[in-house]
């Protein structure tokens, strides 16, 4: 096994695509979202995400998705996040509905769970790093 090596903070994902600014928002909204899942997952990051930006990106899958569950998952998450004031720990009630949201769009749950879930592995594949460990064997 390998020593276990001090990791670089994270940051979240973005897109940029000026020919379909819906596509851009939901992708970003999506990448935003995921990190919300946990707060180990939001510990690894350079930046936490903002009460008004975790709204924003609730906004824009209400707006834009065109599928009614993931709509409805994304109002739900939206309530659950007014209940969270800026400057306060963030609510459990939060990561739950984005883990709702998160499975209504067809995403599993992490095999070593929510709430161990850092974040680096998915990151490491993402990036195609040669170190990066091979999904698990379905």
Known sequence: ?????PRELRTIRRTSD?????????????YLLREMTSARRL?????RPT???VLQAAD??????????????????REAVLTW????EIPQVV????????????IRQPACGWENDDGYQVRAIDRDKDDAEPPPAA
């Not at 510990?43 to 930046?47: H, N, P, Q, W």
């Open 51 to 53: 009460r008004s930006e």
């Open 1 to 5: 096994m390998k020593p276990t090596q």
């Open 95 to 106: 990561y739950e509905a984005t883990r709702q949201f998160v499975l209504s769009l067809g």
């Open 60 to 77: 824009d899958y209400i707006a834009y998705f065109p599928l009614e569950q993931p709509r409805e998952r994304a109002r739900e998450l």
């Open 85 to 88: 004031r800026e400057g306060e």
């Open 43 to 47: 510990s690894t990051l350079v930046r």
């Open 18 to 30: 000026r020919d379909d600014e819906e596509g851009e928002a939901l992708d970003n909204a999506f």
